[in-house]
């Protein structure tokens, strides 16, 4: 098995000519030209790609996955020895019913169901299923469930299903009573509806040939054709829709990475196309809106205020000065949610990488905190269905606490614990230590890093160390609990995340200090932070595997170019790592909508050549480069397969005496890999495996 020769992919030389430069791309050929038809259907995939694929897979099971399917298994039974197999939701009551989802035990996919209010914390009373995931999902390959959406009348349930991961998904009616499908079927919805009052139509959003949400439309039962009620003309834009938590109002969220444009309609309407523009779309204007106290009030980053704030306008209002302010801007502390209910606004933010919740009372407009003491953690809050209430919910979590449920009620100050994760195999979180660090970047900035190690693990250069990294779009890896990565701390292993620039865990101008021209930021800061733990003596250099997905992904091929000694292995998860070419193609469903965040090669020289300094798959060179295991999706329409396929091939070529390199495409499976919560602990057992090889941790099967 250890003389398994990996693959070798055909060269077959590509020029491609764009603003003035000119580029070769040995690989073009893994691209299927009809890659739309293979999101739809995997079997349509050509011939010879197929066939390099499969041996790519076939190359990584003999070399990783075979030498240690013991390990493997280990992995698989205690990771899945952590979870709950008849896990359930906290009940989230809607008028005369409570609404959950809850597992069987041994089955891959939830079941939905209700029980009357006054049982919702009474499971020995009757309930009615009104979707089972485990049955309609039996027998199928890949089976994401995208929305589960019971009617105001709750007669009536609209639920969307993705059979292929291509995140098309097909939408459909039941009736409750009678569990039979009404019918509906539209095949090219993003899943999510929003229905109107009456209960008989619902609002959702279709994507185009391309993948883009494109159009909103009105569907009423009785009718056989939708309604045209908003379409997007600009490629670069994102569609949604929403509903208000007072249930009033239908929001449609016309957006890029940059500049928003929310318009409503009321929830009554069934008849008129005419909607309202709350603020026309101004580059670099950002906002977000509930409805509250007969009025909007307004998540924005006008005036400057880059870390936003929250601004009062009125239900007619369409220019933004008109607007007033109602929580000020606090430079560093970002706005990152908000929630309305009828007498208070509540609103979470981010300070220095922490978040705090915030309410405000609408007749007296005081403002009070709830306070958590921890070095690191994470929170989220819901209204849940109802709005004239004074409770909210709210979950919290540290990297050694498990996920809790709090219901808050605020006129009485007390929180209720709902539900807290159960870990059946059992686990002590005073058995581990949570630290916060901040490592020097190298312009001086501080770049904070969450750090989870058992008590018994030694700080003195000798443990490995898994670290995670993103730093893009703005998004923040939440410093919150899991119970897989369990199996890498409990084996000596330090797990770490770096929230470096391109997020926005120190605010909104930590995102913007990672992206477009100062995208290097991202890189740089990640490779600061590995630094900074070895220096600290939480790891040696070599000792340290880089893991990341997506545009994470993107993240350790540019750390491997620029530091490739720091680490013994990369796990890099349907990585973005062909920039330059991606962002060259329109017709890709990201790229228009992302040109904000990377720029626009097809037109812009100085974007071309600022890509090009740092597309992983662009510069690669003979470097000893670390252990890679790369992974992807057939049907993956974020990061389409041939990405990670065409950087493997590149790897070998260019670097044949390092590595080894490991490619492994998920046949059928998108972006986000296996749909089970089961089946998706295998992908996650050959991560850690891998992980624990280079790092010489684990003993091959025999």
Not at 352 to 378: C, H, M, W, Y
Not at 551 to 568: E, I
Not at 578 to 590: C, Q
Not at 621 to 627: I, L, S, V
Request: some cysteine; aromatic content about 10%.
């Amino acid at each position: 098995m250890t003389d398994f020769p990996a693959p070798k992919a055909a060269r077959v030389p590509v020029t491609i000519e764009q603003v003035g430069r000119t580029r070769t791309d040995p690989y073009h050929w893994l691209k299927d030209e009809n890659w739309q038809a293979v999101m739809r259907d995997p079997a349509v995939l050509r011939e010879d790609i197929k066939t390099y694929l499969v041996a790519e897979n076939a190359h990584t099971k003999a070399r990783l996955e075979a030498p240690h399917e013991k390990l493997c298994k280990a992995l698989i039974a205690e990771m899945r020895g952590r979870i709950q197999e008849d896990a359930s939701s906290v009940p989230a009551i809607d008028g005369p019913y409570a609404y959950y989802s809850r597992y069987r035990t041994g089955e891959e996919y939830p079941v939905f169901a209700r029980r009357t209010a006054n049982d919702a914390y009474n499971t020995d009373t009757e309930e009615t299923v009104l979707f089972d995931g485990a049955l309609e999902g039996k027998g199928k390959a890949y089976f994401d469930i995208g929305s589960v959406t019971h009617s105001p009348d709750h007669r009536r349930l609209a639920y969307s299903i993705d059979e292929q991961g291509s995140e098309y998904a097909t939408l459909r009616v039941r009736d409750i009573a009678s569990g039979a499908d009404l019918g509906v079927k539209i095949e090219t919805a993003t899943g999510n509806v929003v229905w109107t009052r009456d209960s008989n139509c619902f609002y959702w959003v279709h994507k185009n040939k391309n993948g883009r949400s494109e159009k909103v439309y009105r569907h009423c039962i009785d009718s056989a054709e939708d309604t045209l009620i908003y379409s997007e003309r600009d490629e670069g834009f994102f569609i949604s829709i929403s509903e208000s938590q007072s249930g009033d109002i239908v929001f449609i969220t016309a957006n890029d990475h940059t500049t928003s444009e929310v318009y409503w309609i009321s929830a009554e309407e069934t008849q008129s196309t005419d909607i309202n523009c709350i603020a026309k779309r101004v580059p670099g204007h950002e906002y977000d809106v509930v409805h509250h106290d007969n009025a909007f009030f307004i998540q924005t980053n006008k005036d400057s205020a880059v870390d936003f704030k929250i601004m009062r306008a009125e239900l007619e209002a369409n220019d933004p000065e008109t607007w007033a302010d109602i929580v000020p801007h606090r430079p560093g502390s970002l706005l990152i949610d908000m929630l309305a209910l009828k007498e208070h606004l509540i609103w979470l933010e981010r300070t220095d990488g922490l978040p705090a919740i915030s309410i405000r009372n609408r007749i007296d407009g005081t403002v009070r905190n709830i306070k958590f003491e921890q070095a690191a953690f994470s929170l989220g809050i819901s209204g849940g269905y109802m709005f004239d209430t004074s409770v909210f919910r709210f979950s919290y979590a540290s990297p050694s606490t498990p996920d809790q449920i709090f219901d808050y009620d605020i006129a009485s100050d007390e929180r209720t614990l709902r539900k807290t994760r159960q870990v059946p195999s059992g686990h002590s979180p005073g058995d581990y230590v949570v630290e916060r660090l901040m490592a020097p970047a190298a312009d001086g900035v501080d770049i904070p890093i969450t750090l989870l190690r058992h008590r018994d693990t030694p700080v003195n250069g000798s443990a490995p160390l898994l670290l995670y990294g993103y730093g893009s779009y703005g998004i923040t890896i939440p410093a919150g609990f899991s119970t897989s990565r369990l199996s890498l701390v409990d084996r000596g292993f330090i797990y770490a995340i770096a929230h470096v620039r391109g997020s926005t865990a120190k605010g909104y101008q930590w995102y913007l200090d990672g992206k477009l021209d100062k995208k290097i930021n991202t890189f740089t800061d990640y490779i600061a932070a590995g630094m900074f733990l070895i220096e600290l003596s939480y790891t040696s250099a070599g000792r340290i595997v880089g893991m990341g997905g997506s545009a994470g992904g993107l993240l350790m091929g540019a750390a491997s170019n620029l530091a490739p000694d720091m680490f013994a292995g990369i796990i890099a998860a349907v990585p973005f790592v062909d920039v330059l070419n991606t962002m060259s193609d329109e017709t890709l469903p990201l790229t228009p909508p992302e040109w904000p965040e990377w720029g626009n090669p097809k037109i812009d020289a100085d974007a071309y050549d600022r890509i090009l300094s740092w597309s992983p798959y662009d510069q690669v060179g003979a470097r000893d480069y670390p252990a890679m295991l790369i992974t992807g999706g057939l049907s993956d329409p974020r990061v389409t397969y041939w990405e990670p396929a065409k950087w493997a091939a590149k790897l070998r070529h260019e670097a044949p005496d390092a590595g080894p390199y490991y490619l492994r495409i998920n046949m059928e499976a998108g972006h986000g890999g296996a749909t089970g919560r089961f089946e998706g602990l295998a992908e996650t057992a050959l991560e850690y495996a891998f992980a624990l090889e280079v790092t010489g941790l684990a003993e091959p099967s025999p």
